[in-house]
């Protein structure tokens, strides 16, 4: 666990620990809450109950779950794998056939900042024994709607770990990927906007250079105070979820 990378074995887990695993060549990583004995419960997407962003974003996120035939279900999950909401599935139905990582809590500003989107937070998680709690309660009473960017897999974990969730009303949940991604348009807009400069500075290296230089690092620094604010640790629209029954 580091810097470089997040990836840990499965014998070195322990009840409570959030854990992901990227999807599509690292695009987004879906994630849950390890439970014991290789249990996982997190929460899926499925036909008709996930409202998309309305972009391109929604074909490239499909169901997180592994397709297994209907004939043929997974021996260890039985029908829950294929099933969506908040569900408890095998490890190795979780992963997909990918690799396994821990999300890291209570990071410090320069590691989070050091670190991919979705994969740390500057918030503290609460005792192995709430965050289990909380896991089964959702997977007993559910987690609302799949929203890819209010309310999805990793709003989920956070959730289960910290005890809290974003207002209904916010724009984007506390998911550490849907953040970056809100970040990351305006930046990308604002380096396009720049390419116009660039062209009438051709006629000086020197200039054209300090331009394209000036427009990453505004872009970068657009990116990073976006993704800082919207972070379940330092964000204030977030409320402390109250358990009934």
């Excluded at 592994?66 to 139905?93: F, K, M, T, Y």
């Excluded at 500003?109 to 024994?129: D, H, I, M, P, Q």
């Excluded at 500075?201 to 990116?223: E, F």
């Amino acid at each position: 666990m580091g810097v470089v990378s997040n990836k840990v074995e499965r014998e070195n887990l322990k009840p409570g620990d959030h854990i992901y695993s990227w999807r599509l060549a690292y695009a987004y990583s879906h994630h849950g809450i390890y439970v014991d004995k290789g249990n996982v419960i997190h929460f899926t997407r499925g036909d008709g109950q996930e409202i998309g962003t309305g972009t391109g974003l929604d074909h490239i996120i499909g169901s997180s779950l592994p397709q297994h035939p209907l004939d043929n279900p997974c021996p260890i999950c039985g029908d829950e794998s294929r099933s969506a909401g908040v569900i408890s599935s095998c490890i190795d139905c979780f992963l997909s056939g990918g690799d396994l990582y821990r999300y890291e809590y209570g990071v410090t500003l320069a590691f989070f900042f050091a670190k991919a989107r979705g994969t740390c937070t500057l918030a503290l998680s609460e005792s192995e024994e709430q965050v289990i709690h909380r896991a089964f309660y959702f997977h007993c009473m559910g987690f609302g709607v799949y929203h890819v960017m209010k309310n999805n897999c990793e709003d989920f974990a956070l959730c289960c770990k910290t005890g809290l969730k974003v207002f209904p009303t916010a724009k984007v949940g506390q998911s550490g990927q849907a953040a970056s991604f809100q970040a990351a348009a305006p930046a990308t807009f604002q380096a396009f906007l720049s390419v116009p400069l660039a062209v009438l500075a051709r006629s000086s290296p020197l200039v054209y250079a300090a331009t394209k230089i000036g427009s990453l690092v505004a872009s970068y620094g657009t990116y990073c105070v976006k993704r800082y604010i919207n972070d379940t640790g330092v964000r204030r629209d977030v409320k402390r979820v109250v358990l009934e029954g």
